[in-house]
């Protein structure tokens, strides 16, 4: 099975800080994705990532930043949390077109900034 | 804009009646379209995907949906629903051919009433 693993389900941080989400799969995916997911708006991209230092933004990259050092590892980068980026993040890997078919999410991490 | 919509952000259903989730989207035909669950404290696990081979396509757990081209929709349904259905439930597409990047609908809740 595909595995695709964050590396915390709960997070709390204070504002200001600088806050790092890790994402890995196991399936040797091009393509990894962060989303942010919060109540009535459904999930939305912050950024795409389609090989290793290569990165797109997504509809709402706007105090994030990515990293993708290695094939296997997605980072997901707040330079200084804030309230409103308190919210559900997901990461996914693989994609809609070619072998992969579909995209595979991890657990999501739940960040509360405070 | 090209979007999905998901119409009804609650659903709530008796247990062994049918389950209809809504989903439209816009006018330009999708190459493709998702339909996601989300179970409590969980991430997105795929049901089914419609890849315009079949207007009926079969998912997991009794679910099926249909594309229908002329009512732009893409309805889920489950002739009878059980309490483990209750869970988020997505609507999703790349939109374009060849776009990796999901777009996906606001969600709908589905609640099962024993």
């Known amino acids: 099975d595909v595995k695709v693993t964050q590396s915390s389900r709960y997070l709390v941080k204070r504002t200001g800080e600088k806050v790092f989400l890790e994402c890995v799969q196991d399936?040797?995916?091009?393509?990894m994705f962060w989303y942010r997911q919060d109540p009535g708006l459904g999930l939305r991209l912050i950024y795409f990532s389609y090989d290793v230092k290569m990165k797109e933004k997504g509809d709402i990259p706007e105090g994030y930043s990515v990293s993708r050092e290695k094939k296997e590892r997605f980072s997901l980068i707040l330079e200084s949390a804030s309230t409103n980026q308190t919210s559900m993040y997901l990461c996914?890997?693989?994609?809609?077109?070619?072998?992969?078919?579909?995209?595979?999410f991890g657990q999501g991490t739940r960040l509360t900034v405070v | 804009a090209q979007s999905v919509t998901q119409l009804g952000s609650h659903v709530s259903v008796s247990e062994g009646a049918l389950v209809l989730l809504r989903c439209n989207y816009s006018s330009s035909v999708p190459p493709y379209l998702f339909w996601y669950v989300q179970y409590p404290n969980q991430g997105l696990q795929l049901l089914l995907k419609?890849?315009?081979?079949?207007?009926l396509v079969k998912g997991i757990n009794g679910f099926e949906a249909e594309f229908k081209k002329s009512e732009t929709s893409f309805h889920l349904t489950k002739p009878s629903a059980h309490m483990s259905d209750a869970a988020e439930y997505f609507c999703?597409?790349?939109?374009?051919?060849?776009?990796?990047?999901?777009?996906f609908g606001t969600g709908t809740r589905l609640t099962i009433i024993p």
């Open positions: 399936m040797d995916h091009e393509n």
């Open positions: 996914a890997s693989g994609g809609v077109w070619g072998n992969t078919g579909e995209a595979f």
């Open positions: 419609y890849t315009s081979a079949a207007t």
């Open positions: 999703a597409s790349p939109l374009n051919f060849g776009n990796e990047k999901l777009t």
